[in-house]
Structures are given as structure tokens and as C-alpha cells.
């Protein structure tokens, strides 16, 4: 029997991320300077959409995209704060034409409507201080929310502590950028799926057991992926309540 390693987890979980929604992208299809994080194109395909009766224009989707861009990320975790409630709340639009009311924008769509640009990212390589390859990101109207880390359980030097310390770690060290844009980490080994904070230490990273706030039988195992809020309408409302 062929051993479950890393790179069938990696597939195994986009392939369920796909029957919930999320279309599988490979990074190498993904047009970008290697140290850019951003998919530009779906975030400004998002807004010009969205805002499209009140006239938004290119000039003023760029200054969006600048807005989010020049947050450095030295200051990884006042950036990141700063960028998350840039993505919870929304914010003020100075227009280009001076005599036109501002124009409040939001990065996501939290409406029943969810007209939302959703992907799931995997052999994304990205060049910070090091090169990187994460094993998957969560991708919503362009901007990075998730990024998912898999060790293979078969493994005995291998353990989801691992996932954990590559993420906030060696990506946190050598790929701030990324990480700028994070909301929610996944840590997986196939058989235990842990969620939390990039800043949060491993004991409070958690599996999440249930869809909603009902009484009903928790998963465990890799049945909890299923129970991680990931289907696109709690997807959308947990990256807010996380922001």
C-alpha cells in the first residue's frame, strides 16, 4: 500500500477544500513577482465589480492596493493588525476627483450575496529572506487569509508541532510578507487538524468540533477537517471574528 505522505495530505485536502467551493490553483500558474503575496488581479477584478456604480477607478483601486502594500512587514504583528481590521471593518476612500464624496470599501464581501473571489493556492514559491513553499494558501479576493501546513502522521520525526513551528517560525522569519495578510493558520497531520494564530503558541492552537453553536456529535480525527469553518459563508464570517 502506498504510504500517505505530505504530498497526498497536500491533495487530499485541496481536493476537499474543492468539493466545498474553494478552486484549486497551482502557484507556478499564478503571473507575479517571486516576492509579491498578493493576487492582484482577483483583488482588483473584486472591487472595481463591487464598486462599479459609484464609478471606482483604476488610480483608486491601485491606491488600495499601495495602502496594503506599503504596511511593512518588519513590524509583522502591527501590520498584520493593522491589515486585519483594514479587512473586519473596512475603511474611508479618499477619491480621486477631490469634489466626490469618500467611498467606503471592504476587502470581502460578508452578505448572504458572497461575491467573493476564493482560491486555494499550493507550490506557491515565494522569496523573502529565504525561498519558500507553503503547502497550501487560502486565497479571498487576492489577499492571503489562510495558509495550511501538513506533516505526514506516518512520519515519526515529523509531528503537527512541526507544522506549527514552520509556520510561526521559519515562515514568519523568512516570509513576513506573507504573513502579513494572515488571519487563521491550519496545522494538519492528517489524522489531528488544529487552527489559531500565527502569534498564538501550539497549546492554543485547537480542532475546531463544530460548524456552528448547536448541540451536536464533535468530530475528531480527520473528520474535524470537516468541522474547521471552512465552507465559504463561515470561512467569510470566522476570518472577521478572528480579524
Given amino acids: ?34 516576492g509579491e503575496v498578493l493576487i492582484k488581479g482577483d483583488l482588483r477584478a473584486f472591487l472595481s465589480e463591487r464598486y462599479a456604480d459609484e464609478g471606482i ?16 512587514a518588519s513590524d509583522l504583528y502591527g501590520s ?9 471593518d473596512g475603511f474611508l476612500l479618499k477619491r ?15 452578505s448572504p ?25 487560502l486565497y479571498i479576493n487576492g489577499l492571503p487569509l489562510v495558509v495550511f501546513e501538513f506533516k505526514s502522521a506516518i512520519r515519526e520525526e515529523a509531528t503537527i508541532h512541526d507544522a506549527h513551528v514552520q509556520l510561526t517560525v521559519r515562515y514568519r522569519r523568512d516570509i513576513p510578507e506573507l504573513l502579513k495578510y494572515n488571519a487563521l493558520c491550519v496545522i494538519s497531520d492528517g489524522v489531528n487538524n488544529k487552527m489559531g494564530s500565527l502569534f498564538a503558541p501550539y497549546e492554543f492552537f485547537y480542532t475546531w468540533r463544530k460548524i456552528d453553536g448547536s448541540e451536536q456529535i464533535e468530530k475528531a480525527g480527520i473528520n474535524s477537517l470537516f468541522t474547521i469553518p471552512l465552507c465559504q459563508d463561515s470561512c467569510r464570517l470566522s476570518v472577521r471574528e478572528k480579524c
Avoid: C, W
Avoid at 498584520?80 to 473586519?88: D, E, G, H
Avoid at 522569496?127 to 513553499?133: L, M, Q, Y
Fill in 57 to 72: 477607478t483604476p488610480a483608486e483601486i491601485d491606491l488600495i492596493i499601495r495602502k496594503l502594500e506599503v504596511l511593512p
Fill in 80 to 88: 498584520n493588525k493593522a491589515i486585519m481590521k483594514l479587512v473586519s
Fill in 113 to 137: 450575496a458572497d461575491q467573493n473571489r476564493y482560491k486555494i493556492v499550493n507550490q506557491l514559491e515565494i522569496t523573502g529572506f529565504e525561498k519558500r513553499i507553503p503547502d497550501g494558501i
Fill in 96 to 110: 480621486e476627483d477631490r469634489n466626490q464624496k469618500d467611498l467606503f470599501i471592504h476587502l470581502i464581501d460578508y
Fill in 1 to 34: 500500500m502506498a504510504k500517505f505522505n505530505e504530498a497526498k495530505l497536500e491533495y487530499a485536502i485541496i481536493e476537499l477544500l474543492g468539493e466545498e467551493g474553494y478552486p484549486h490553483v497551482l502557484g507556478e500558474t499564478i503571473r507575479r513577482d517571486p
